[in-house]
């Protein structure tokens, strides 16, 4: 897509696009309300999961799983080989086209649980874990799980069918959680956290087959046709090359931790993701997930792409920005309230990565943006950059511990930032003020509730037990962020719940 003039931001173009987008809002909302019931039940899941788990399983035992899955996380990204994005992109979709994603990605699904299970022996010498000649094995079964459900989950996504796609990650999550807490409460330790994540994988295959076939979207079918492989692989390679480059940037900090500092520090480092951040970084894919088909379908109409793209970032804004400033204020009283003390040395590492939310919450939508207009190149050199930026970063971070990586990965995340928002400026025709603009109310309620927040805890602190502190701050924080967005931004806050309680699929 072409830098447009600006012309384009002419009040006509901006009223058919407030106009024209009606249905596009309305397509991106039952999404988000699917998705936001799904993260919401799966965030309870995963946070009560988690403070049960941490009681019941070693700190070493974390740290083990984190470091088998940054080798999980290596191959999970050439899963679907990419295939998925251009399904979801494609305007001239064929019955070849799905057919052959199927096949590949369910080809090299099995492929990717032969070389994991193979990488065993290596892995473990690399990081001095012998644990991992068995763990890793097992774990190589999630590919073959992964392999057939992406084609059916990627057709639910494309025709919008948002409630059965996040119906079957929430059973599946549920389903998982009591697995895994049943089989750490009977000693099992880190095969709870192995068998949680096969359990899991292998119920949303199952589910993903049901919920595609019923809803007429889908239907198993085996091909490869030459035509239709040439058609995809080129959107495709892009999509996968510009993965495996971001994978230093988001699985870096693991490795060198795993490998320099070992397990034990990678445990406290990966509670602190684990516990608060990835729950949200869930939240996030909901709306990338629902935005992602939605401006594919308007990519030629700018000023209808603009206007989605503008409202989708203030939603993501509306929930990172609260509540990764929150969790860094909150730390020192929900750590050792939700896990326990001896988690007390991933404080000070949470609360850094949690004030990086709100710039990371700007490169949110930036992949779902940049697919949809047919830029997966755009997407490919920013990650080339951001890896640039934090490789070495993670390299000097990590000689200074857990903390160090911490405070490395949010210098980085300051640096990248500003790349991003021009980038996202020029992909909708517009220049970087365009893009902060819509941000600037929510920022500011963000900061009415951190100065309360960070108050009350001041004021009670030492004087009432730590449970009712914490309680104390959060409410006061809600209230304060929900009073200052009636005052700031009442028309986004209103629109929001319009579009969440609007009937959709």
């Known amino acids: 897509m072409k830098p447009t003039s600006q012309t384009d931001d002419a009040p006509d173009a901006e009223a058919k696009a407030e106009g024209g987008g009606s249905r596009l809002r309305r397509d991106v909302a039952s999404g988000v309300r699917w ?17 049960l788990l941490a009681r019941l399983v070693a700190p070493e035992d974390f740290g083990l799983i984190a470091i088998a899955l940054v080798v999980v ?26 057919g052959v994603a199927f096949t590949l990605s369910a080809g090299f699904g099995a492929l990717l649980a032969v070389l994991t299970a193979l990488s065993a022996f290596p892995a473990a010498a690399f990081f001095d874990q012998p644990a991992l000649r068995s763990i890793l094995p097992v774990l190589a079964v999630i590919f073959l799980f992964k392999g057939v459900e992406l084609t059916p989950n990627d057709m639910l996504i494309r025709e919008m069918r948002f409630r059965g796609y996040y119906l079957t990650s929430t059973m599946a999550v549920t389903v998982a959680s009591a697995v895994g807490v049943a089989l750490a409460a009977a000693g099992w330790g880190i095969w709870a956290l192995v068998s949680l994540s096969l359990v899991e994988a292998a119920l949303a295959s199952v589910l993903a087959w049901v919920v595609a076939v019923r809803a007429g979207v889908w239907s198993p079918s085996v091909s490869m046709d030459r035509a239709a492989l040439r058609d995809l692989l080129p959107y495709s390679s892009y999509v996968t090359v510009s993965l495996l480059v971001g994978y230093g940037q988001s699985n870096g900090d693991n490795l060198l931790i795993g490998k320099i500092l070992g397990a034990r520090p990678l445990g406290y480092y990966s509670l602190a993701y684990r516990a608060f951040l990835l729950p949200l970084q869930r939240f996030g894919e909901v709306i990338s997930d629902s935005v992602f088909p939605a401006l594919s379908a308007v990519k030629d109409d700018l000023p209808r792409l603009r206007a989605g793209f503008l409202r989708s970032s203030q939603y993501v804004a509306l929930v990172f920005f609260p509540l990764t400033v929150g969790m860094s204020i909150t730390a020192p009283e929900a750590v050792p309230v939700a896990f326990g003390r001896q988690w007390t040395p991933a404080v000070h590492t949470l609360q850094v990565l949690a004030l990086t939310g709100p710039l990371a919450s700007m490169s949110r939508l930036r992949g779902a943006l940049l697919m949809a207009v047919g830029r997966p190149n755009w997407d490919f ?8 930026l934090y490789v070495p970063a993670f ?67 030492g004087s009432v037990a730590q449970p009712l502190q914490l309680v104390g701050m959060v409410v006061t924080g809600a209230a304060l962020y929900l009073c200052a967005l009636r005052v700031l931004a009442r028309e986004l806050l209103d629109g929001m719940v319009r579009d969440l309680f609007r009937r959709g699929q």
Do not use: C, K
């Open 73 to 98: 996380n290596l191959a999970a990204l050439l899963s679907g080989l990419g295939l998925g994005p251009a399904l979801v992109q494609r305007g001239d979709l064929r019955p070849e086209h799905v």
């Open 35 to 51: 998705g936001t019931f799904d993260r919401t039940v799966q965030t309870v899941l995963r946070m009560v999961t988690t403070i």
């Open 395 to 461: 390299l000097i971070g990590v000689q200074h511990g857990i903390l160090g990586v911490a405070i490395s990965y949010a210098v980085a995340t300051a640096l990248e930032a500003p790349v991003v928002v021009v980038v996202t400026g020029r992909a909708i025709g517009t220049g970087p003020g365009a893009v902060l603009r819509p941000l600037v109310p929510v920022a500011l309620a963000t900061l009415v509730m951190a100065a309360g927040t960070a108050g009350v805890g001041r004021l009670m602190g």
């Open 381 to 388: 050199w920013l990650n080339v950059f951001g890896v640039a």
